[in-house]
């Protein structure tokens, strides 16, 4: 059995053997995205796996361990992880856990820390935590997020955007039930097994094989696209998980709807690029600024790469890049608004509402912070600089119910129609 | 055209309407549906069967709850809000706002230029069912509760955010003898403050507006506050005679469009939809067995005192009364600990007049076989009863129970008492209480609170707590408060859940509440090994179950469970073994009369609600104060650092060395403007402005900027800051100067030095959303004082684009500032150190009151520093002493610059056996659900007490002083050790 070993402030470290012999879980957000994440670390000869289990479970482990005003999220992925590191399907000698590190001023960077807390009130001091994270935070010996393994994580995150982004603007017409969920699998199947084959992969390839993507889904039987395209943004974990949401995306498509969900890739070039902004700001090293700026950029070489693809099809509407979301939201606030989501949220509603979509539900964990200012806090001069805009803000949170969530999207959606009749001019 | 029938079924009610051909409405009817909602539905229906029978007619559903049955009754169902607007535009035609307040939801809809809607967000009171939540506290119903308003003489502030938030307000004005006339008018005042901010969200509302919904047809007071607070005459506010149907007549006004049906196959179709029954996760039963009952009934009852007769006892005796939140215990006990008479009831909203009943019937039954001789008093109104009737001891509820806990289990470590409206915990270390868990505002699941529901459901308390017991499949309705509880009864309603089911999974709540929630407790080993559980709430079986089964273990409960706060009073006044009681006698108790009289004192800024009592002769006894100023006697002169840096923050105005040639330079006067004040008056003023500061914030201030808060949720500091912006806006101001700071003062302490969130970013948010920065030239551009050189630089780039000034002279001002602000630090730091020499010097403790630097700010405080004062405690704050320990890694990211100073202060004080350290933790901050477990573990580890104080816009310091008073007797009894 693999020994524990701890670093110089006394935090376990996941090591080299321990890489052998334990099963790394991970918590679930986005299932396209982390499925082919998980498959990528196992080609590198981790045993991940992403985890689901009931709900209920996950919120009450998720309250007896974590403090209760703590943000919904962090509830959730830590209840998660207790629930299954204590369901006895895991030794809990040879189990490790993992979760992502995003640094900055908003209280999601204590997640892991909550976690650690977490584990040792529950007597499970021998089970190490990786963090996953971009800034070099806390390293381990047994997990190296190396250039190679980085950039086929990319990859996944490129290809997993634009699978997503194609099926929902294809689920809701397809004429043959189920056909655009196979297809997905199809090709995150198709996918990882390249990844595997340790082909060398190239921008060009990805490139090639976005357009094949995107022609097989073009091929998908489907009716008029007519429907209430609805968009849905908040606080990233709340936006993109069915756990978080209360099945956000399912109800709103059962209420006739085509969701609108921004991408993975706006949110980690926002990452990098707030600390270009910093040293602006804050002054700092140049070579900092230079690094971030490289980084950036290749990151928006992809985004570019995917949207000039979309664009090849008529039937499909591509994403606007992140320097056009920049440029929006730069009008609302000033780009060093950076904890959370930051001004980012507020991009992307107003790019939603550029590209027609003027319906939207803005998600967040109740009491958030940083979107008390960029979410709720933005949406009257939005209203003010877009009259046809439609938003609701809706909170999450282990008590709050469904039907209360609900009848306010439903109010919301009561806007977009019908409505109209009973406004009266200025 | 037809006629037309409309069925709206709401959260709580369910109304039915026809409409004949001419719109003419034929019958309305308006009933409770007590969870039955198709039934009542159709027996509506059938009331009207005589304008139904025979004709065709079109029929629509709405309302908040009609979708399930539409569905299941194949009936059209109407989005509510479509159908209001609809029924508007047809009677209505000149509106251009509804607002419209059901059971459990309140509703805005704004017709004129863009058409918006709001309803109020999950966590918000100022509904139907909060007004009823209230009546019932005032023991009364919501007719009665309207016609006391129309007396009322004076409103009272009461926090109108939240039904939890507002009882804890209202409780101790109701036991401290305000009439409840003016809480009557206080509490619909509560409404309508709740609908404007929490719905309008920064759109003016004016022009025609309609008032629809039950609440506001039904309660003329309530429509009163509404007309005087929007200042509406009869032209602008609209209430429509039928406005508590208003959906239910647009629903029939939609009807038309669907086909058409028959009476009878409505009714039909109405009785044979049944809803799908599925209750989704059920929990294990509470008794598997009724043997299982039976052995657990049988292990409790022998936690009893003996039972003496008082009709052949002659002897000594001892009086203890706890008038609690709700109600008041009695118990009077015999030399041996036996119970001679005990009362348990509602205290009626006027504890005095129970207790003097009450005080009647034992003098009579005593006769003159029995002597008081001692009487102890404790709980919420401990003070108003101790001296209304002259008893001689006053204890803090802690001490009365720990003292009742030990007579049936010496050893107890542990204890819990759930109550009618607080939860207190106690753990018990050395023979004294070592830490105090009491709810917090916003998670109060307790006792009244299932009565609530029992009442909403149609049952009594007892008969309801009963029914969960042998149930099989307890309902999951989570553990948060009572307002989301609401609506997760809704939902297990809504999915078939029966009254047992709903009955057990209340009681479970409950429970789960107060581990997880209240306690922190991951397991029965956190609690301790001898557990005593009381309060009225435990004689709930359900609950005593579901509170063994959670944490694994028995626990004792005394039968006498509800009276412990009284049996320890008594106990307490025995232990002191007076000479004499100085209680009112048999004949003094005859002619005792009682009047309350609500005043406002005008002795400082605070202007706190007072209420005099007067007792027969004369005597008089003031509650609702602060400091001892209205009580005639001086306010307290122990050193207190909140005073002193509230003082000194707010010299700093004016052109101090400059010049002020460059006109006015405004600043907000909250959140972090606390802090960097002394930077930004340095700088402004050496650039020869002259510093204007907004003055310091009252309750005026909050209802000024009040209607541009976007987010209820937000803390009550940030939402000040509106208030601030605007008047230094109404003051002719030009320039205000309010920067985003992500970044604070790097003190070496921590992993990073950010600000939260909402200090870091709030000035985007009020330039966002009030309209009037556009008048005024608003700076709120980002700096960075953390880096001095580069903000030199910035800053300078700055004033050189707005103002024209020369760079060299900025960056001049720019390091003066630096040395001003470092030179305050370090005055701080030296006026803290003087406080504690004086302290020791004098034999006093010192509190330090660790929180924010806004904290001083006695709005955001509520005068805690100056209650604290008048206990006799000298008062510190953590930024005096966070520079005295080194930098030591923290199990949490250390990353924000004003929590890194608590922490160090914690460990500081860890060492110092005269400091004990109060929290003061702003409601709705996410940052201290960090903090606060990491400093309790700190202090704990210290040997050290944890308290922690919740504060938001309440003005009321009952809890508070309860937790300050357990505090210092916690200290004594450590000292006595």
């Known amino acids: 059995m693999a020994e524990l070993i701890y670093d110089e402030t006394g935090r376990l470290l996941f090591t080299e053997e321990m890489r052998k012999e334990y099963t790394i879980l991970i918590p679930q957000m986005l299932p396209v995205h982390f499925s082919m994440m998980r498959q990528i670390l196992e080609g590198y000869g981790y045993n991940c796996e992403t985890l689901g289990g009931n709900p209920r479970e996950i919120i009450d482990t998720g309250l007896k361990y974590v403090h209760n005003d703590t943000c919904y999220p962090a509830l959730l992925v830590i209840g998660q992880l207790m629930s299954a590191v204590q369901s006895g399907k895991y030794d809990k000698d040879k189990v490790a856990l993992l979760i992502t590190q995003t640094g900055g001023g908003c209280r999601a960077s204590n997640y892991i820390h909550l976690l650690r807390k977490a584990l040792k009130k529950a007597g499970l001091e021998q089970v190490p935590v990786i963090s996953l994270n971009l800034s070099g935070l806390e390293k381990n ?34 004429i043959n039930k189920g056909e655009t969920d196979r297809m997905v699998d199809y090709w995150m199947n198709k996918l990882v097994k390249e990844f595997e084959s340790g082909v060398k992969i190239s921008k060009k390839k990805v490139m090639a094989k976005m357009d094949e993507i995107c022609a097989d889904f073009a091929k998908i039987a489907v009716t008029e696209k007519n429907k209430t395209r609805v968009g849905i943004v908040g606080e990233i974990y709340v936006k993109y998980s069915p756990l978080g949401n209360n099945n956000l995306e399912e109800f709103l498509q059962n209420e006739g709807c085509e969701v609108v969900v921004p991408g993975l890739m706006d949110f980690m070039i926002f990452k990098i690029y707030n600390r270009e902004v910093d040293v602006d700001l804050y002054g700092g090293k140049w070579i900092k600024k230079t690094i971030c700026r490289i980084m950036k950029n290749y990151f928006e070489e992809y985004q570019q790469g995917m949207i000039d693809v979309i664009n090849k099809y008529s039937v499909f509407r591509a994403p606007g890049t992140f320097s056009h979301l920049e440029h929006k939201a730069m009008a609302y606030l000033g780009a060093g608004n950076k904890m959370g989501e930051g001004w980012l949220l507020t991009g992307e509603m107003l790019e939603l509402i550029s590209d027609g979509v003027n319906n939207i539900v803005c998600t967040q964990p109740f009491g958030c912070l940083p979107n008390h200012i960029v979410g709720k806090g933005m949406i009257r001069k939005i209203k003010d600089d877009y009259p046809e805009s439609n938003i609701v803000a809706i909170d999450y949170d282990p008590g709050a119910t469904k039907i209360n969530q609900e009848n306010r999207i439903k109010l919301m959606l009561a806007n977009t129609g019908k409505m109209k009749q009973f406004v009266k001019p200025e | 055209m037809k006629i037309r029938v409309g069925i709206d079924i709401g959260s709580t009610t369910v109304k039915v309407v026809v409409l004949d051909k001419n719109d003419n409405v034929l019958y309305q009817s308006y009933e409770r549906h007590f969870a039955k909602v198709r039934e009542k539905a159709a027996e509506q229906l059938k009331k009207a069967k005589r304008f139904l029978k025979g004709a065709p007619l079109t029929v629509a559903i709405t309302g908040s709850a009609g979708l399930g049955v539409a569905k299941a009754a194949d009936i059209p169902f109407v989005q509510e809000v479509y159908a209001t607007a609809a029924a508007v535009n047809k009677y209505v035609p000149q509106a251009d706002a ?11 809809i704004f017709f004129r230029g863009s058409l918006e809607e709001r309803m109020n967000g999950s966590c918000a009171g100022g509904t139907g069912a909060f007004i009823d939540q209230m009546a019932t506290l005032l023991n009364v119903d919501a007719a009665e509760l309207d016609r006391l308003s129309m007396d009322h003489e004076k409103i009272y502030p009461i926090a109108s955010r939240c039904g939890v938030f507002a009882k804890s307000d209202i409780q101790p004005i ?27 969200q920064g759109r003016d509302l004016d022009g025609t507006i309609v008032f629809l919904g039950g609440p506001l047809f039904f309660l003329k007071g309530l429509r009163q506050r509404f007309i005087e607070t929007l200042q509406l005459d009869e032209e602008h506010g609209i209430f429509p005679e039928n406005a508590q149907v208003f959906a239910a007549i647009g629903a029939a006004v939609c009807s038309d469009q669907y ?21 989704s996760d059920p929990m294990p039963p509470l008794f598997e067995t009724e043997e299982e009952y039976r052995l657990f009934t049988e292990r409790h009852e022998k936690a009893t005192p003996a039972v003496v007769n008082i009709d052949t006892y002659t002897g000594k005796a001892w009086l203890g009364i706890d008038a609690g939140s709700t109600t008041t215990k009695i118990v009077l006990m015999a030399e041996n600990g036996g119970i001679l008479y005990s009362y348990y009831n509602s205290n009626k909203g006027n504890p005095v007049s129970v207790v003097k009943e009450q005080l009647g019937i034992i003098y009579d039954k005593c006769g003159d076989r029995i002597t008081i001789a001692g009487c102890g008093t404790t709980g919420y109104g401990e003070e108003l009863i101790k001296n209304a009737f002259r008893a001689d001891h006053g204890l803090v509820e802690t001490v009365a129970h720990l003292r009742a806990a030990r007579y049936f289990q010496p050893e107890v470590d542990f204890i819990i008492d759930i109550g009618g409206q607080d939860m207190k915990c106690f753990k018990i270390r050395n023979g004294a209480v070592d830490s105090i868990m009491l709810n917090e505002a916003c998670s109060s699941g307790c006792g009244s609170f299932i009565e609530t529901f029992a009442k909403a459901l149609g049952y009594d308390i007892a008969t309801f707590a009963k ?12 553990s948060r408060c009572t307002v989301f509880m609401n609506s997760s009864v809704k939902q297990a309603q809504k999915d078939g859940a029966s009254v047992e089911d709903i009955s057990a999974g209340l009681s479970i709540s409950v429970v789960k509440n107060a581990i997880y929630k209240v306690i922190r407790a991951a397991n029965a080993d956190d609690l301790g090994k001898h557990i005593v559980v009381q309060g009225g709430t435990f004689l ?4 005593l179950r579901s509170f063994e089964q959670e944490i694994g273990r028995e626990v004792i409960r005394p039968t006498i469970a509800g009276l412990m706060g009284a049996y320890g009073a008594a106990l307490y006044a025995q232990d002191a073994d007076m000479e004499k009681t100085t209680l009112l006698t048999k004949e003094e108790l005859k002619n005792f009369v009682h009047t309350a009289r609500p005043v406002t004192c005008n002795l400082c800024t605070n202007h706190c609600s007072l209420t005099v009592n007067t007792f027969d002769n004369g005597r008089r006894f003031i509650s609702g104060n602060r400091c001892s100023r209205p009580l005639g006697k001086d306010k307290s002169s122990l050193p207190n650092i909140y005073q002193y840096k509230l003082k000194r923050l707010q010299e700093m105005q004016g052109t101090g060395n400059g010049t002020g040639a460059r006109g006015k330079m405004g600043l907000p006067f909250g959140l972090n403007i606390y802090e960097n004040l002394p930077f930004w008056y340095r700088l402004f003023t050496e650039l020869n402005f002259d510093v204007v500061i907004s003055p310091v914030s009252d309750r005026k201030t909050y209802l000024l900027g009040q209607r541009t808060i976007p987010s209820d949720t937000v803390c009550y500091p940030a939402k000040l800051m509106h208030g601030h912006l605007q008047q230094l806006i109404d003051m002719g101001v030009e320039n205000v100067f309010y920067p985003c700071m992500a970044y604070n003062f790097d003190e070496g302490k921590g992993d990073n030095n950010y600000n939260c969130p909402v200090v870091a970013y709030y000035p985007e948010l009020l330039a966002a959303n009030m309209p009037d920065v556009k008048k005024i030239n608003f700076m709120n551009f980002y700096v960075g004082l953390h880096q001095p050189k580069e903000f030199e630089k910035k800053f300078a780039q700055h004033m050189m684009e707005i103002f024209g000034i020369h760079k060299r002279e900025t960056v001049q001002a720019v390091r003066k500032a630096y040395t001003a602000y470092n030179a305050y630090k370090e005055e701080i730091r030296t006026k803290t150190r003087e406080y504690i020499e004086y302290a020791r010097a004098n034999g006093k403790n010192i509190i330090v009151m660790a929180g924010r630097p806004y904290h001083i700010d006695p709005e955001i405080n509520h005068g805690i520093d100056e209650l604290i004062s008048s206990f ?25 610059t004003y929590q890194t100073r608590m922490y160090q202060a914690a460990r500081y004080i860890c060492s110092q056996p005269d400091m004990q350290l109060v929290q003061l933790v702003s409601f709705g901050c996410g940052i201290d659900a960090i903090t606060t477990d990491e400093l309790r573990d700190i202090l704990e580890a210290g040997g050290k007490l944890y308290t922690q104080l919740k504060i938001d816009d309440i003005s009321n310091l009952g809890a508070v002083k309860i937790r300050i008073r357990s505090l210092i007797a916690a200290m004594q009894a450590k000292e006595e050790k």
């Not at chain 2, 029914?467 to 989570?478: A, E, M, Q, S, Y």
């Open chain 1, 141 to 174: 010996p047994g997990f190296k997020l190396t250039l190679n393994l980085g950039i086929k994580m990319l990859y996944a995150l490129v290809y997993g955007d634009l699978i997503v982004l194609l099926a929902n603007q294809t689920r809701p017409y397809e």
């Open chain 2, 98 to 108: 509804v607002i419209e307040l059901g059971g459990e939801d309140a509703k805005i």
């Open chain 2, 174 to 200: 109701l036991n401290q003898g305000g009439r409840k006339e003016d809480i009557a008018a206080s509490i619909f005042q509560a409404v309508v403050d709740q609908t404007i901010a929490g719905l309008t």
């Open chain 2, 259 to 279: 086909k058409e049906t028959t009476y009878d196959s409505l009714i039909s179709s109405l009785e044979n939809a049944v809803t799908a029954s599925v209750v």
């Open chain 2, 467 to 478: 029914l969960g017991i042998f149930d099989k499949t307890p309902v999951n309705l989570g």
């Open chain 2, 540 to 543: 709930n079986d359900a609950v």
């Open chain 2, 872 to 896: 006799d405690l000298v008062v510190i704050s953590e930024d005096g002493l966070s520079h005295i320990m080194d930098k030591e890694p923290r199990k949490v990211l250390n990353q924000w």
